[in-house]
T-cell receptor
């Protein structure tokens, strides 16, 4: 049973560039959430996708956008990168209808460095 | 969502029991208390969740007093591999647009537990 996978594991970009991060949810899950974790901080919620639509959004600018595909995998896109976007980006999957918070499974993350 | 307060860091030795307390004075009636563990450069991992009294699983115990304004995560006989950041989260189940759970998690800064030999 495959867990949550993310690609790439590491990425280096320069200011102003655009980046796309990818996530495949745990087998059987249909909901994907994205989090940003800066060094020394807890993860911050970016947005959540279900049925190929954005369901909830955290306090992040429109430069952050996403997409969910029919197979439930998801992409996170960040445009016009800033130095402050350097962080670990985490993807978490869950199954709608499961009411308890423990059903969020996190991937290993993508480490993004913006120079 | 209720705000949580945890110690920034704790030190322990192998074989000891570790108790990490989390304060959540504004917890609401529908709120559950959940603890996650995170190792460096890895995603958080669910440890335990509870609503009141005591919950125990194969990894930890969670103690919640009657007023639910605080909770204590108890890790029995810690080892070096328990060195990690532990997050206390408080929130309700949440209902999405279509009636399903939204599972939005709000993390604080967590407690860095350092276990020494």
């Amino acid at each position: 049973d495959a867990g949550v996978t993310q690609s790439p594991t590491h990425l280096i970009k320069t200011r102003g560039q655009q980046v796309t991060l990818r996530c495949s949810p745990k087998s059987g899950h249909d909901t994907v959430s994205w989090y940003q974790q800066a060094l020394g901080q807890g993860p911050q919620f970016i947005f959540q996708y279900y049925e190929e639509e954005e369901r909830q959004r955290g306090n992040f600018p429109d430069r952050f956008s996403g997409h969910q595909f029919p197979n439930y995998s998801s992409e996170l896109n960040v445009n016009a990168l800033l130095l402050g976007d350097s962080a670990l980006y985490l993807c978490a999957s869950s199954l709608q209808g499961e009411p308890y918070q423990e059903t969020q499974y996190f991937g290993p993350g993508t480490r993004l460095l913006v120079l | 969502l209720a705000k949580t307060t945890q110690p920034i860091s704790m030190d322990s030795y192998e074989g000891q029991e570790v108790n990490i307390t989390c304060s959540h004075n504004n917890i609401a009636t529908n709120d559950y208390i959940t603890w996650y563990q995170q190792f460096p450069s890895q995603g958080p991992r669910f440890i335990i969740q509870g609503y009141k009294t005591k919950v125990t699983n194969e990894v930890a115990s969670l103690f919640i007093p009657a007023d639910r304004k605080s909770s204590t995560l108890s890790l029995p006989r810690v080892s070096l591999s328990d060195t990690a950041v532990y997050y206390c989260l408080v929130g309700d189940i949440g209902m999405g647009f279509y009636g399903g759970a939204t599972n939005k998690l709000i993390f604080g800064t967590g407690t860095l537990l350092a276990v020494q030999p």
